[in-house]
């Protein structure tokens, strides 16, 4: 059943799997219809420019909020939606460590993203080297800054989960889905962490798949 909520998605963007994870944590899912969406800067798609002038996806059309973007307000919005301060805690350093790992987790998709443009998605004679070689020091930096953090050592099959685990589960998972530089061997308990929360069932009901669709010359 929808409740008149429609999520413009991509089965390969970690931003929208986020966003799918958090409703399936807050027991939302149901009440969505999702739409699968290809986009990129380099393919126009006109009914996800009509909902966001960024042209990006996730999207979600509500019934009261109008088209809301990106992923975080979304997640805020869900997180209200479902009972306030599950994914996002009301207050406290509690909120800001949620926050500021999902701030991170943002990074490491934006970070993944510019090297697939300057490794496999622009034309060759396109790429810059050195810009590949900044993006994938942000990648390695992180997960050794991820790999001091003591809490995430934490068992996470069960129990609440904060949008910062989610949106850092669903970043690593999509780093490894597109064969970004790897974490495993450079980062052991963040990989333990990793392994355990892929084992909740809103993880394992949003799998990736699928391919970038770029337009332009190739
Ligand atoms: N900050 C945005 C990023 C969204 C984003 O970059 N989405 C990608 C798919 S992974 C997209 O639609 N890109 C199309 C474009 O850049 O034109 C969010 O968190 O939702």
Not at 9 to 21: C, F, G
Not at 124 to 141: D, I, V
Request: aromatic letters at 8%; a negative charge.
């Amino acid at each position: 059943m929808s409740d008149g909520l429609t999520l413009l998605y991509q089965s390969h963007s970690p931003y929208a799997r986020k966003v799918l994870v958090s409703a399936h944590e807050l027991g939302l899912a149901d009440r969505i219809d999702v739409v699968h969406h290809e986009t990129s800067p380099t393919n126009r798609n006109d009914p996800v420019f009509a909902a966001n002038p960024l042209g990006k996806v996730p999207v979600l059309l509500t019934p009261d909020a109008g088209a809301l973007f990106d992923s975080v307000v979304i997640c805020d919005y869900l997180d209200r939606l479902g009972g306030l301060g599950r994914l996002i805690p009301g207050e406290g350093p509690a909120r800001y460590e949620a926050l500021r790992l999902q701030a991170l987790a943002q990074g490491l998709c934006d970070a993944g993203i510019a090297l697939r443009w300057e490794t496999v998605r622009r034309p060759e004679a396109l790429r810059y080297p050195p810009l590949a070689h900044g993006q994938a020091m942000k990648l390695l930096e992180a997960y050794e800054h991820l790999e001091a953090q003591a809490e995430l050592g934490a068992q996470v099959t069960s129990g609440q989960a904060t949008i910062g685990q989610i949106a850092l589960a669903t970043a690593l998972a999509w780093l490894e889905f597109r064969d970004l530089p790897g974490f495993r061997k450079r980062a052991p308990r963040l990989t333990a962490w990793y392994d355990d929360f892929c084992q909740r069932p809103s993880m394992r009901a949003t799998p990736y798949d699928g391919e970038t669709q770029d337009g332009g010359p190739q």
